[in-house]
């Protein structure tokens, strides 16, 4: 593995957490996320139009997706000085974006050590198959990772099947304490249900969690994939593998609009996140600011980013990612020429008895 240079090392100085801001993003996050769910409460027992209570989720998706950064933070012991206060806070705000701390922790961690290595897939990424994997494999399997390719299905159930069911249920190389602390949040999230159903009833509690979550979580989502899945990306064999490539080259540099960019936490500046993960959410736009290097060329934009959509494969060979359409056209291609090769090699002569 080839040696990191100096400046990498010089990034330490951005790594250092703050009390002060970490105190300020939790309020401007929480507050106004909390505030915006009050509102939606009214607008439902004022039977007002739902579509204006569905208006009002949309913002608060977005406090739900800066919240999600927060909880991120903690897992990678970054957003505050004390590593005591960091699990607390972890574990309560784990309970606000329904997701376990202790085992998000963990797979996140795998994650990050593994990210564009094409033998250690399968924990915490998202599900990418290479061509020639495609190619040998049943129809099941490959209506399988069509349909979890689907935008419709991974933006559109992936938000409620991934907060609501998947985050519920343990994983089964789970250590006791991960198993413990999913139970825990899956307690603590039917305490918050049943003190809900008390206070404002069941359904209202559910008209208005439920669009939040499917807003957030489809923020979330999408924020996740577009990290690692776009043009162009890196992957590579264990032996050829590389941490600082598979940083600043597979991880994406997401120039958003300045609200988008708030929202997200700074989580666009991910090649950076790969890089350093142990930088703050809060410190990561002063680093790339400062630091030259990190300042990549052709960083990936809103519009441009939507195109990703249709990259669904990798290729070995081109390393590149491909469209199912573009995937089959090469196949299509590769037998054709496979077929003519074998038409216009010269007969074997047979033998003579």
């Known amino acids: 593995m080839s040696e990191k240079p100096a400046w990498v090392a010089e ?44 208006l009002i989720s949309i913002p608060a998706g977005g406090f739900l997706v800066r919240l999600f950064i927060l909880f991120h933070d903690c897992c990678h012991g970054s957003f505050v000085p004390t590593q005591r206060f960091i699990k607390i806070l972890g574990n309560i705000l784990g309970v606000f974006v329904f997701t376990p701390f202790a085992d998000f922790r963990h797979t996140h961690g795998i994650h990050h050590s593994t990210s564009g290595n094409l033998d250690r897939r399968g924990v915490g990424d998202v599900w990418t198959m290479t061509v020639d994997e495609y190619a040998a494999s049943s129809l099941v399997r490959r209506l399988a990772y069509r349909a979890f390719r689907n935008p419709f299905i991974m933006f559109g159930l992936g938000p ?16 006791r ?11 603590a999230l039917a305490a918050v249900v049943v003190a809900a159903s008390l206070l404002i009833g069941v ?45 600043l080259q597979g991880s994406s540099y997401y120039k958003l609009p300045a609200v988008l960019q708030w929202f997200a936490g700074n989580i666009g500046y991910h090649h950076v996140h790969h890089l350093r993960p142990r930088i703050p959410n809060y410190n990561l736009r002063r680093c790339v600011m400062e630091t030259p290097e990190l300042q990549l060329p052709d960083p990936l934009t809103l519009w441009p980013s939507l195109k990703s959509v249709r990259l669904n494969i990798w290729d070995e060979r081109r390393k590149t990612l491909l469209s199912f359409g573009e995937m089959r056209r090469q196949l299509r291609g590769e037998k054709r020429a496979l077929l003519l090769a074998k038409l216009s090699a010269p007969a074997t002569p047979s033998r003579p008895d």
């Open 177 to 187: 304490a991960q198993l413990m602390n999913v139970l825990y949040t899956d307690a």
């Open 160 to 175: 409620l099947y991934t907060f609501l069911i998947n985050h519920r249920i343990p994983r089964h190389i789970a250590s």
């Open 11 to 54: 990034l330490k100085r951005f790594e250092q957490p703050s009390v002060r801001k970490a105190s300020l993003q939790i309020a401007d996050t929480l507050v106004p996320y909390l505030a915006l769910l009050t509102i939606m409460y009214f607008t439902v027992v004022w039977r007002l139009p739902y579509w204006a209570t569905l």
């Open 203 to 247: 359904k209202t509690y559910v008209m208005v969690q439920l669009p939040v979550l499917f807003f957030g979580g489809m923020g979330g989502i999408w924020l996740f994939y577009i990290q690692h899945q776009f043009d162009p990306a890196y992957w590579a064999r264990s032996e050829e593998w590389e941490s600082m490539e598979a940083a």
